[in-house]
């Protein structure tokens, strides 16, 4: 069970806008830390997409963009294209009862239809 | 440019021991923390463990927590995993990864290598 929920899977045509949640709590994103977002496309590693909430690493297109709000978190990707079938995941910072450390979402598997 | 490579993993039986490396190369190593992030076959990824930039603050995930070892050598630009009692649930692709950000609580995974696969099993 990921801190950090998103949805096993969204689909797109071509050219539309997709958007995948993050949903967490009052001991993640709810305690106003960043929310990043990686995708990883099939057999590949993961790499950064968004950091710090809205910012994009340089050679990431500005079709990607993302948003944050009370305990949740968006990835927004618009003009979709038959490349950005991949993986996409979120990650923030976790300070339950537990302890501390970073946490992922669960991971959302985007097809491009 | 900046680049990380794992290396270690293999087949392990349970209970038993592994050591994961990853070599760094084009930044300053010792001002970065660094992460090992694993995923499991067909699965999400899950942080395992971290450590600061001069080594003396680590941090590990519950379900690793007094199995799994993270340490680095600065001046061979190295950062390990000792892994020990190792369990089926263990196995993984492990990635190392370099973290950004200030302070600790808004870290990132800004950089990765393409991953070391652990498998545990008799």
């Known amino acids: 069970q990921s801190a950090l929920t998103q949805p096993p899977s969204v689909s797109g045509a071509p050219g539309q806008r997709v958007t995948i949640s993050c949903t967490g709590s009052s001991s993640n994103i709810g305690a106003s830390y960043d929310v990043h977002w990686y995708q990883q496309l099939p057999g590949t590693a993961p790499k950064l997409l968004i950091y710090?909430?809205?910012n994009r690493p340089s050679g990431v297109p500005d079709r990607f963009s993302a948003s944050k709000s009370g305990t949740s978190a968006s990835l927004a990707i618009t003009g979709l294209q038959a490349e950005d079938e991949a993986d996409y995941y979120c990650?923030?910072?976790?300070?339950?009862?537990?302890?501390?450390?970073?946490?992922f979402g669960g991971g959302t598997k985007l097809t491009v239809l | 440019e900046v680049h990380l490579l794992e290396s270690g993993g293999g087949l392990e039986q349970p209970g038993g021991s592994l050591r994961l490396s990853c070599a760094a190369s084009g930044f300053t190593f010792s001002n970065y923390a660094m992460s090992w992030v694993r995923q499991a076959p067909g699965k999400g990824l899950e942080w395992v463990s971290a450590?600061?930039?001069?080594?003396?603050?680590?941090y590990y995930a519950d379900s690793v927590k007094g199995r799994f070892t993270i340490s680095r050598d600065n001046s061979k630009n190295t950062l390990y995993l000792q892994m020990n009692t190792l369990r089926a649930e263990d196995t993984a692709v492990y990635y190392c990864a370099k973290m950004a950000g200030h302070p600790l609580n808004t870290y990132y995974m800004d950089v990765w290598g393409k991953g070391t696969t652990v498998t545990v099993s008799s």
């Open positions: 990650q923030s910072f976790d300070s339950g009862l537990s302890g501390s450390g970073w946490v």
């Open positions: 710090g909430n809205n």
């Open positions: 450590i600061s930039g001069p080594g003396g603050s680590t």
